[in-house]
């Protein structure tokens, strides 16, 4: 079996894995160097690394590192930790390094106008395999968006019933219209992808919130939404405008320490003055509705 075809497979597939291998040896192991195991995510494996005790333990570290996405180092020192004498060992050290194996990141880009032409050129850069929808075939063609990976012309409800995001996905929702960003939102808040961005002002942000947990969705379901859209950069041009929205999708994408934005600010927001709330809610509004307009 090569190890390196099923990593391919696991990530066309979408789903996630951890690759442990033995990096150093000292003495002799049960295996040898560059030894190599693939532990996918319905536990499965591909491959060993020894077996016995040693390979239970890496085993059980590569579902962590999978939840993680952080590589690990783990040490065995066979000769001195008696759990590991099963008959097989040796006396040796070894040493293994787990890597995650994660999918590639599909980004749904829904609207096809100059900020969303300026995020898929950007995204492609970084890696992400792009999606793009609009309802207007002058705008959602392969000539203007030749690297995609599917390119989809047609009224958004169409759109919406033949895709399906994994938690790997990530979806930006920069159509021309209030109207058809909140059928999107409708949709991708109950889909289990990684990220969910709208374009706007926070005004916006909150009437579409509450025009939807009006029909019933429930409010916890906006918490994970970052609207207004990307970093706070000051960024006004589509092209500034890419760079904060791709920043937030790596930042997402990698796991970053820091926390993000996004629409829990409402439910905090909540408790101000109404006075304060007013003017947190309008701020930005005059730049982000000059956003809007470029989609």
Known sequence: MDIYEEVVKLQQAGHKGALATIVKVRGSIPSFKSAKMLV???????????????????????????????????????????????GLVCGGALEIFIEPVLPSPWLYLFGAGHVSYEVYKAARNAGFDVIVADDREIYANAERFPEARQVI??????????????????????????????RVLRW???TPARYIGMIGSKHKAIAVYRQLTGEGLKAELFDRVHSPIGLDIGAITPEEIAVAVLAELIAVRRRAERTLPHMSWFHTGRHRAP??????????ESVCEFHENLS
């Open 188 to 190: 991708a808040v109950q």
């Open 153 to 182: 012309a047609e009224d958004f409800d169409k759109a919406l019933a033949n895709l399906a995001p994994s938690e790997s996905s990530y979806i930006v929702i920069a159509t021309r219209g209030h109207r058809d960003d909140m």
């Open 275 to 284: 006075e304060a709330q007013q003017a947190a809610e309008v701020a930005a």
């Open 40 to 86: 996918r995510d319905d536990g499965s494996i591909a491959g060993t690394i020894g077996g016995g005790c040693v390979e239970a333990e890496v085993w059980q570290a590569a579902r962590e590192v999978m939840t993680q996405e952080k590589p690990r180092t783990l040490t065995f020192d066979l000769n001195q930790d008696p759990k590991y004498d099963t």
